[in-house]
């Protein structure tokens, strides 16, 4: 089962791993609060967490 994060905006927060439902849930409640923020899969993101760890490594 795919799992979903919300990042928000305002805050700079990110959520913890959610199923679609409650996710999409989640931003319709923030919609209504007027808080920006948007959905991701779990996977995205580590992923592109695991390239930036990466990619800042080997700069020095």
């Known amino acids: 089962?795919?799992?979903y994060i919300i990042i928000r905006y305002d805050?700079?927060?990110i959520s913890p791993p959610m199923s679609k439902h409650?996710?999409?849930a989640k931003l319709k409640e923030y919609n209504k609060?007027?808080?920006s923020s948007?959905?991701?899969s779990k996977n995205t993101y580590?992923?592109?967490n695991h390239i930036n760890?990466?990619?800042t490594s080997?700069?020095?």
């Open 1 to 3: 089962m795919n799992k």
């Open 11 to 13: 805050n700079k927060s």
């Open 22 to 24: 409650e996710a999409i």
């Open 33 to 35: 609060k007027g808080i």
């Open 38 to 40: 948007y959905l991701i």
């Open 46 to 48: 580590q992923d592109i």
């Open 53 to 55: 760890k990466n990619n």
């Open 58 to 60: 080997s700069i020095k």
